[in-house]
């Protein structure tokens, strides 16, 4: 028996247990996909733009550096989000005229900057913890749908009053389909919720690499 024909056969729970799977599937895959593009944008767009905003930096060109991290062309970047806040931060205490001390000031470009990098972060996890969800639960949704092909394939076998194999064969098979695909859901969610959440900590590794690199900077320069 081919898999449309099982699912011809298939009582309604069964049927809304694989509807559930195949979407718990789309929602993964389309979580993946989507945070992997980001991604890749993201670590080729900060590629980019480290060494150019660096260079505005050592030339004392602060306005061009914070209209650097606010082009389109790096909407994507995490490092422009965390270093552009705090280069805007610093700029708008210096033309404000706070007079605030170099320590007052650099604890206001700092809370800026770990703002940002809080935002950012949250940002780069978006939908990844839907992944962890439907990596633990899919089994448990197969098994729901196995066990109530179990009892249907029993109680077929009280109605004919057989106890053959060949009785409960075809709903024995059916139920366990759902159990396969419920491991076929979960097995590619927990790999791309892995391999995302490993690529999300790199990216907060840079961040705060960058955060600290840009107080230094602001450090020595009003030294």
Not at 12 to 24: E, P, S, T, Y
Not at 137 to 147: D, I, Q, Y
Not at 152 to 164: D, E, H, R, V
């Amino acid at each position: 028996m081919d898999l449309i024909e099982m699912w011809g056969t298939m009582g309604a729970v069964a049927k809304g247990v694989a509807v559930v799977l195949f979407i718990m599937s789309m929602w993964s895959f389309g979580v993946a996909v989507e945070r992997i593009f980001t991604f890749v944008q993201a670590r080729s767009q900060s590629k980019l733009f480290a060494p150019q905003v660096a260079k505005h930096l050592k030339e004392g060109r602060l306005k061009e550096a914070i209209a650097l991290a606010s082009s389109k062309n790096y909407r994507y970047s995490h490092l422009a989000k965390v270093v552009g806040a705090g280069l805007q931060e610093y700029q708008f205490q210096m033309e404000s005229g706070g007079g605030l001390s170099r320590e007052d000031l650099m604890d206001t470009v700092r809370r800026s900057i770990q703002r940002a990098s809080a935002l950012t972060a949250n940002d780069l996890k978006k939908g990844v913890p839907a992944l962890a969800t439907i990596g633990s639960t899919a089994p448990f949704v197969g098994l729901l749908g196995t066990v109530v092909g179990v009892i249907n394939a029993f109680q077929g076998i009280g109605a004919s009053g057989s106890a053959g194999i060949g009785a409960v064969s075809v709903g024995i098979s059916e139920a366990l389909v759902e159990t396969a695909l419920g491991l076929v859901v979960a097995i590619p969610a927990v790999w791309f919720y892995n391999f995302l959440t490993g690529r999300v900590e790199y990216f907060n590794v840079e961040m705060d690499n960058s955060s600290s690199e840009l107080v230094d900077f602001f450090i020595k320069k009003t030294a």
